[in-house]
């Protein structure tokens, strides 16, 4: 992530967790709908920074193909697109093919394997790993592979298995020299983050983690949504001890951020190399507030 505005070069002092945010903050990114990139006209937003990236992710309700006008804005802005690919949205590897042919014309390089939160898929792919076993990202210049991490765990995917398929895509990427990376569903709670890195630390070790947060917003909007994303637990650990006024206040990730860089502080060798914020609140105000920290 390139904050040329108000940044400092900063040397790496070892165990100082003021280093360790500002390199949680440069290697951030957002999420954003086709709707909310295509919103905001043709010239990129001075609060959108350059150089990060963006996550596109594909909506039930919608088409893939809205990705691309999204990727096509993001890349004249400057802006590395990465945009979701879900297997079970997959109707068959000819229009697989047509899909990467069609972002490889935009230069998009990079995306993001997810099952997809479809009961019936499809067509014949139920996981990411059938679709990195198909050979076809390199052939279209897809490099860089990013693929979900669960630190609550996963509502019908038992931890056993997730681990195994985290093994075999690290296995798959590093055979077939392909960048890998994780990028995880939001947490409230400090101790699950902390101890999924600790858990996954010997199976990640050399592919970066990028832990995922809940971006600025009023807190009951973001109750509403953590229900909604199989994260309610934490989420009523985060408000186990707040009063009715308290929740009427804005969240910020800010201690989750501190935390999290304390963290990485004490744990040089950790693969947390970054976060990526979820816009329940907006775009616009994730983006400020990563700007912010960045200064």
């Not at 440069?26 to 609060?47: H, M, R, V």
């Not at 999204?70 to 590395?80: D, N, R, S, V």
């Not at 600790?198 to 917003?217: F, K, N, R, S, W």
Request: aromatic share 8%; hydrophobic share 45%.
């Amino acid at each position: 992530m390139n904050f040329e505005s108000g940044s400092v070069d900063r040397k790496p002092v070892l165990h100082d967790p003021a280093f360790a945010a500002a390199e949680l903050i440069k290697n951030a990114s957002l999420e954003a709908t086709p709707k909310q990139i295509a919103s905001l006209g043709d010239e990129k937003p001075d609060w959108l920074a350059d150089g990060m990236r963006v996550y596109v992710p594909f909506l039930p309700s919608a088409k893939f193909e809205d990705a691309f006008v999204a990727c096509e804005i993001l890349k004249k802005w400057g802006i590395e697109p990465v945009p979701h690919l879900p297997a079970r949205a997959v109707p068959n590897e000819q229009t697989l093919r047509l899909w990467l042919l069609a972002l490889q014309a935009l230069g998009v390089t990079q995306i993001l394997l997810i099952a997809g939160d479809i009961d019936d898929p499809k067509g014949p792919f139920t996981d990411t790993l059938q679709l990195m076993e198909l050979g076809l990202f390199q052939e279209f210049g897809i490099d860089g592979i990013g693929v979900a991490g669960h630190p609550e765990g996963h509502p019908i995917v038992s931890e056993a298995v997730l681990v195994d398929a985290l093994t075999r895509k690290r296995d798959y990427a590093l055979q077939h020299g392909l960048s890998l990376w994780v990028v995880t569903q939001f947490s409230f709670e400090q101790t699950v983050l902390e101890q999924w890195l600790e858990d996954h630390q010997t199976i990640l070790e050399g592919i970066p983690v990028y832990l995922g947060l809940a971006g600025p917003t009023r807190l009951n909007n973001l109750l509403s949504y953590a229900a909604q994303c199989g994260v309610a637990t934490s989420a009523k650990a985060l408000t186990r001890n707040l009063n009715a006024a308290r929740l009427l206040r804005p969240w910020t990730p800010d201690s989750l951020l501190k935390a999290m860089a304390e963290f990485q502080s004490e744990r040089p060798e950790s693969v947390l190399k970054g976060i990526h914020l979820f816009p329940f609140g907006g775009l616009k105000q994730s983006s400020e507030w990563l700007v912010k920290k960045a200064r």
